[in-house]
């Protein structure tokens, strides 16, 4: 099963995309723990992301969002029209003094806490995220 998204960059088309991809979570039967908490999480992050940092809140400008149950996979790919970023230099960890106030980094650390894997791939022309959760 595979559905997709494309999107303006207004924080409004969130919470939609994120509710049917928690829908397509559960009828795959992944844990309803999953479903609830980290899903819903790890998407929201992965999307603002996108638009606020990767497209710099340009509302023109587009998000596209594919979504794959592949085997015992949720595979979600968001593409932004930005540069993208090293994650390595926005990591970010609750150890870090003033995590808790920081407006970046921590999205970053959630999805990695939350997926089972989280990558970053930079492209001709935007940046994609892929997070992958694997039914346990």
């Known amino acids: 099963m595979m559905r997709q ?19 397509m979570c559960h009828d795959a039967g992944f844990s309803p723990r999953h479903c609830r908490l980290n899903v819903p999480v790890a998407v929201t992050e992965v999307l603002a ?4 940092r990767g497209n710099a809140g340009m509302e023109e ?23 993208g970023f090293d994650f390595e230099l926005v990591a970010r960890t609750p150890d870090d003094e003033g995590w808790l106030d920081r407006e970046d980094g921590r999205g970053l650390f959630l999805m990695r806490q939350l997926m089972d894997l989280v990558e970053n791939h930079r492209l001709d022309a935007g940046h994609r995220v892929r997070l992958v959760l694997r039914r346990t």
């Open 49 to 52: 992301n996108a638009m606020m």
């Open 61 to 83: 400008r587009q998000v596209l969002v594919v979504v794959a149950l592949v085997a015992d996979e949720l595979v979600v790919d968001v593409t932004d029209e930005g540069d």
């Open 5 to 23: 998204w494309t999107l303006t960059s207004e924080l409004g088309h969130i919470g939609p995309v994120v509710e049917a991809i928690v829908a």
